[in-house]
């Protein structure tokens, strides 16, 4: 943290070079997060991008108290709560018992990489997405969530239900099926 | 539940650290913005204390030359009245010989508290010993000489209330080892793949900037509005005289009327914040005027006459009969019909006709305004804030003057020596209401005030205000 706050006081007072290094440094780590939120890479870029200028502007906020990447990891989330709220989207609560529920071996998940996994939730609908990431990577609870996207808690949890499925569903489809393939050659 | 709970746990432990390299030209981008957004935020302190530097400065400058003229006004006069009070009592002038029609002949009514006033009838002329007091002829008065935290602090603070604490979220930070260890090892690392790809990086860093330019430049953009606005426009008296004049003077009503006023005005707004604004207005003012003289040491004002009638001094040249109010000398073709005038009173101080009427005068002025205003945005959003100001040419197309009576409103004549131009300041409020993508709703209350007196008559500083919420559509493109 102390190396930080040197590096934190140069981009405070405007030193680019202190910004690369600052960003060099979370950048793969914040892409990861942008990813995982953005419907593809290029939206992701984006928020990545937007993020780091509202980070260089408002270091002068950063209290030096916590942690500074959960700051920054933060401001990235935020972003992409902005943006989906800006979107206006509605989605009707919807009832999970009318989807059929699929099965997933959790060996099947865990031999699936982190990359095909990004790219399934981008795959979700942006709602879900959000609520998805937010509840089961981020570890934010329904009433946060409900608070955060100014929806209530049941949606969230209806949400969050449906997008289970949706990843389940797809994960069977795409890996499921590979899985069973494999032993069959075998 | 618990399966949910599994298959969560893992998609976490897979996610909750995943890293991928972003693409090279997004650190150029991310400094170009840096380096933007900290110049915007200098600039916004200088905006807006600019902005408010120049209303203020607009303002000051208005009532500064207000007060100037106010004393080059009222000084001279003082002498005057001093010196010229022998002359007065002596200045007793016999008044032209009306050769009025027989309308005016009626109106003349000869009645016995009025002695001294010869008719005679047959001849159809008017031979009264009128003693006017030379400050009721205009043209007696002498002339007057003629000398007549911070932003930043703010947008800081604006951001900070998106970026309320984490409170989940919390990603462990090793020790200072490690990250000089991780720092090295990347930059190291990077040195290696930046020397291989410094070509192709170039050629994207051009093509971004290429990108980041295109993208500021419509906060350049320009846009043309064109609009039309209607407003009633509230007039406040503001007037000083000289203390001769107001002797004589009507009392100037409370009741200011209200008039109608509108145009079109076209807007050029470059950027984000800054418009000029121009157009043509046209715009009413009003003055209403008692009937009772503004002078209570009089004797006639204290007389019982009652109410409904004028208690004033006027004055009688060609046929014309004039007389003061606080906008400037009201000149009457005739002697209106219902107006009763009383001579050669046994009022030494007054030493002048006197009306009688149950009626009221009114006098209308209609200016074309040519404005020049600028607009600064405050808030831009779905509802626009502005502020405006600016000023004003203002020429004279209207002078009438209306005699009010029970019965009715009839034009009487105009009012003397009004300005053809005048100049005015403006400052407002404008509020903008996006109805769709090119038209908006505008309200805008505004303060206008005359910078120079609308009469030239030196005795009279007539210098009012209108209050006004002009309302209107306008249309970008």
């Not at chain 2, 200045?91 to 027989?102: F, H, I, L, R, Y």
């Not at chain 2, 159809?124 to 007057?144: E, K, N």
């Not at chain 2, 000023?391 to 409103?409: A, I, R, W």
Request: a positive charge.
């Amino acid at each position: 943290m102390e190396d930080f706050k040197s590096i934190i006081s140069e981009c405070i007072a405007g030193s680019q070079k202190a910004q690369a290094k600052l960003y060099h440094h979370f950048a793969p780590k914040m892409f990861g997060v942008c990813l995982r939120y953005a419907k593809d890479a290029t939206e992701a870029e984006d928020n990545l991008q937007d993020g780091f200028i509202k980070v260089f502007a408002n270091l002068k906020s950063f209290r030096q108290e916590g942690s500074f990447e959960g700051w920054i990891r933060r401001i990235m989330i935020n972003g992409s709560l902005e943006k989906l709220r800006k979107l206006h989207l509605m989605y009707p609560v919807e009832d999970v018992a009318i989807y059929d529920s699929v099965n997933v071996s959790d060996d099947v998940i865990a031999k699936i990489s982190a990359d095909e996994l990004v790219k399934l939730i981008q795959e979700l609908p942006p709602r879900y997405r959000m609520v998805f990431n937010l509840y089961v990577i981020e570890g934010f609870s329904h009433q946060e969530i409900a608070q955060e996207m100014s929806i209530t808690q049941g949606t969230s949890k209806s949400n969050l239900a449906r997008a289970r499925e949706i990843m389940k569903k797809k994960v069977h489809q795409l890996f499921g099926e590979m899985n069973a393939q494999n032993n069959y050659m075998a | 539940m618990n399966k949910d709970k599994n298959t969560d746990k893992l998609f976490r432990e897979k996610l909750l650290n995943y890293e991928q390299q972003p693409p090279a030209h997004l650190l150029e981008n991310v400094l170009a913005g840096t380096a933007a957004a900290r110049r915007n935020r200098k600039l916004v302190f200088w905006r807006v204390a600019g902005v408010a530097a120049a209303l203020l400065l607009a303002f000051v400058a208005g009532w500064q030359f207000n007060y100037m003229k106010q004393q080059t006004v009222n000084q001279p006069n003082i002498v005057r009245q001093n010196s010229s009070a022998k002359a007065k009592e002596e200045n007793n002038v016999v008044s032209e010989k009306a050769t009025g029609s027989d309308k005016i002949q009626e109106a003349i009514v000869a009645r016995n508290q009025f002695s001294g006033t010869k008719y005679s009838g047959k001849s159809g002329q008017m031979t009264s010993r009128i003693t006017l007091p030379a400050q009721m002829d205009s043209r007696a008065i002498r002339p007057m000489e003629k000398s007549n935290s911070e932003p930043i602090a703010a947008s800081r603070n604006e951001e900070s209330g998106a970026l309320h604490p984490l409170k989940t979220v919390v990603q462990p930070i090793g020790s200072n080892n490690q990250f000089k260890h991780l720092l090295e090892e990347k930059k190291l690392n990077r040195s290696l793949d930046n020397n291989q790809e410094l070509t192709l990086d170039q050629q994207i860093i051009q093509q971004n900037q290429q990108l980041l330019r295109a993208q500021y430049e419509p906060r350049k953009k320009t846009h043309w509005l064109v609009g039309a606005q209607v407003s009633p426009a509230y007039s406040v008296n503001r007037s000083s005289h000289s203390s001769q004049y107001e002797n004589n003077m009507l009392n100037s009503s409370s009741q200011s009327p209200v008039e109608l006023g509108g145009g079109l005005s076209v807007e050029y707004k470059r950027g984000k914040r800054w418009s000029l604004q121009s157009g043509v207005y046209y715009s009413g003012l009003g003055q209403s005027s008692g009937n009772t003289s503004n002078s209570s040491r009089s004797l006639f004002a204290n007389a019982d006459m009652g109410a409904e009638f004028f208690n004033a001094p006027a004055s009688i040249v060609a046929g014309k009969m004039m007389i003061n109010s606080s906008a400037g000398v009201i000149q009457m073709n005739g002697i209106p019909s219902g107006v009763v005038l009383g001579t050669n009173l046994e009022d030494k101080s007054l030493s002048s006709a006197v009306v009688l009427s149950d009626a009221s005068f009114i006098q209308n002025f209609q200016y074309i305004e040519i404005p020049l205003y600028l607009r600064y945005t405050i808030l831009d959003a779905r509802f626009n804030v502005e502020l405006i100001g600016g000023v004003g040419s203002n020429v004279l197309v209207g002078n009438q003057t209306f005699l009010q009576t029970s019965t009715g409103k009839s034009l009487v004549g105009k009012t003397q020596d009004m300005q053809g131009l005048n100049y005015s300041g403006t400052f407002g409020l404008g509020l903008k209401y996006g109805l769709s993508k090119r038209i908006f709703l505008n309200v805008e209350p505004r303060i206008k005030y005359f910078l120079r007196s609308l009469n030239s008559n030196p005795a009279v500083n007539y210098k009012p205000y209108t209050i006004g919420v002009y309302t209107g559509l306008s249309y970008r493109f």
